[in-house]
């Protein structure tokens, strides 16, 4: 599957068939996010990888009581080792490393022939706590991954000319 398939085929995925993922497959996924690009080449991103059946339930506990976290084979706790920098631009680095290491999860996975759907409904120290992840490291994202058990319908989405403008802002006039 080419990148732009990859792009166009990803779905929030939110059942799961019950078979787990191949190792190979795994580590093919978890190598597109080390690969990701990160700001100063940081890499603050981790990753915990759950796949015990009762902590994912404890999981969906502290995840706004969603099955699919339950049900899901592996559900990764997308987190960030941050010395807080914060960009040029003012914005904070390791939200948006972990958020591009985590879509290169979700486009992986996706070329594989697996499922995902990114998860923000989630209380950060109940994970924390679950997890034994320490209090310095953040939890940015969950994220669901595993072989679709159902096949999500394209969501609409907006058109390119309703979020694109070139060289200057133009509120309300269409850009193509």
Not at 10 to 35: C, F, K, M, N
Not at 108 to 125: K, P, Q, R, S, V
Not at 134 to 149: D, H, K, N, Q, S
């Amino acid at each position: 599957m080419d990148l732009y398939e990859a792009v166009e085929k990803r779905r929030s995925v939110r059942a799961y068939e019950r078979r787990a993922v191949e190792e190979e497959r795994l580590l093919r996924i978890l190598e597109a996010a080390r690969l990701a690009p990160s700001a100063g080449n940081r890499q603050e991103w981790r990753f915990v990888l759950v796949r015990d059946p009762e902590v994912r339930r404890r999981l969906m506990g502290v995840a706004s009581n969603q099955p699919f976290v339950a049900q899901a084979p592996i559900v990764i706790a997308c987190c960030a080792e941050t010395d807080g920098h914060v960009m040029r631009c003012g914005q904070p680095s390791y939200p948006i490393d972990v958020a591009i290491a985590t879509e290169h999860i979700a486009l992986a996975a996706t070329a594989e022939g697996l499922g995902t759907c990114w998860i923000g409904a989630f209380d950060e120290n109940g994970v924390r706590e679950l997890l034994g992840i320490p209090e310095t490291i953040r939890v940015v994202e969950l994220l669901a991954l595993g072989y679709p058990a159902d096949s999500p319908r394209p969501r609409r989405r907006k058109t390119t000319g309703e979020i694109v403008c070139y060289d200057r802002w133009s509120l309300g006039e269409p850009a193509l």
